[in-house]
């Protein structure tokens, strides 16, 4: 069964500054998906970034990057000139990338993430 | 930019009571999905639904719990007799391919 792990479940950053949040995930397929959700204070679930497996170079948006490791089954997400608005609980997910889109998303536990001024 | 909406924002229900979550996905997508958070906790998988037929499941959503698309625009989730440990939020989320949007979620209260 596939599972993801975060294990910071609590983080902290100075505004302007570079945080990294870690996830590790199981699987034994090769095609799948990643993705990281940021849930603001309103519990709005909102897409931040995603992944996909079969590709080597890291997604970026903006000041949002992620370091994917296939080998290590690593995802992490890092967040460029931290911003008040980007105080959150942060979630990452995986899902199957076969048997066209209607597979779930398993979620980690969350990292809260805190900016402070 | 088109999103999903969920109705209600909170509902507060007596145990055994049923409830109606309602959804509406945004417009073009094929693929609806119902998600739960009991508070403090992960966000858990409930039910997938394409072609008006249910995809996937998982073990939570058991006989009390029912999904409908009654017309070209809503996602409702029913829960027949809601249990104090129904409490959560629940989210409603939609894709058209492998992104799933999120709506703003309905918190169930069960007193």
């Known amino acids: 069964a596939q599972t993801v792990t975060q294990s910071q479940p609590e983080m902290s950053v100075q505004e302007a500054e570079t945080v990294t949040l870690s996830c590790t995930y199981d699987?034994?397929?090769?095609?799948?998906?990643l993705f990281w959700y940021k849930q603001p204070p309103s519990r709005q679930m909102i897409l931040v970034i995603r992944?996909?497996?079969?590709?080597?170079q890291n997604a970026t948006e903006n000041r949002f990057s992620v370091n994917f490791q296939k080998a290590a089954k690593s995802f992490s997400l890092k967040i460029s000139d931290s911003q008040l608005g980007d105080a959150a609980m942060y979630f990452c997910?995986?899902?199957?990338?076969?048997?066209?889109?209607?597979?779930?998303?398993?979620f980690g536990t969350g990292t809260l993430l805190a900016v402070q001024p | 930019e088109p999103e999903v909406t969920q109705t209600p924002s909170h509902q507060v229900t007596q145990m055994g009571q049923e409830v109606i979550l309602r959804c509406v996905p945004i417009?073009?997508?094929?693929?609806f999905y119902w998600y739960r958070q009991i508070l403090g906790q992960k966000v858990e998988f409930l039910v997938s639904?394409?072609?008006?037929?249910?995809?996937?499941k998982s073990e939570i959503f058991d006989d009390q719990f029912s999904v409908e698309r009654p017309d070209g625009s809503n996602f409702t989730l029913k829960i027949r007799s809601t249990k104090l440990e129904d409490s959560a939020m629940y989210f409603c989320?939609?894709?058209?391919?492998?992104?799933?949007?999120f709506g703003p979620g309905t918190r169930l209260t069960v007193t």
């Open positions: 699987t034994s397929e090769s095609d799948y998906y």
């Open positions: 989320a939609s894709s058209l391919l492998y992104e799933q949007y």
């Open positions: 417009s073009n997508h094929l693929y």
């Open positions: 997910a995986y899902r199957i990338g076969y048997g066209g889109a209607t597979n779930k998303l398993i």
């Open positions: 992944q996909e497996a079969y590709k080597q």
């Open positions: 639904f394409y072609n008006n037929e249910i995809s996937e």
